[in-house]
């Protein structure tokens, strides 16, 4: 039997490593968005509202470069589409929880909450747990993304350029993904999930993004079927 407390906790811990990351990508995310012309509030205001931070640097850098309002918003869509393969995979855990745990989790997810999730609720079957500790995980990583995102506004011109946070980006998401990559299956799938996405990188609007993650779908689940039908 567990307590809240218990799973809450155990959230922060699994989230914690990947969260440390999550305050130079918000300092980079509110440096740039105030280097790019957009208004204090505008910026912080972006980080509570959109919280997807690849899309939001992408939304920032078509705003400089003069793009369409519409090319902008469907470019940032287009990225965060990646939330909807997300959303299919909790979906069956999350189908035991009332709506307001829906959305408001929904609301918090985040690259790395979602991935944190799918793995613990692939060992931790209780409803009442999953909800406690995906919060936990969740409260845990926005926390520093948002406070992040304040410091970069308010502090990001006065940051020296040789400190070189940009390479927390990247660095974020490899964090993520080789925790993931138990199986030859899931290893394939990210190479070339990986591949697809470096080769189509000329596409417009970040779609090159989803058709990585397309390939890498459909190469993973390939391989696991012929897995289980080799058993």
Known sequence: MFSRRTAMANGVRRIFPLSLIAWPFGIVYGATAVDKGLSDATGIFASFAILAGAAQLALVELIDDGAPWFVAVITALTINLRFALYSASLAPAYRDFSSRWRFGLAYVMADQTAVISLLEFETQRDPEYR?????GAAAWFVLPWWIGTTLGVL???????????????PLMFMALLVPTLTTRPKLAAAVVGAAVAVGTRAAPGGINIMLGALAGIAVGAYLSERLEAAR
């Open 131 to 135: 909800r406690w500790f995906a919060l």
């Open 155 to 169: 502090v990001g011109g006065d940051i020296p350029e040789s400190w070189q946070i940009g390479f927390t980006v």
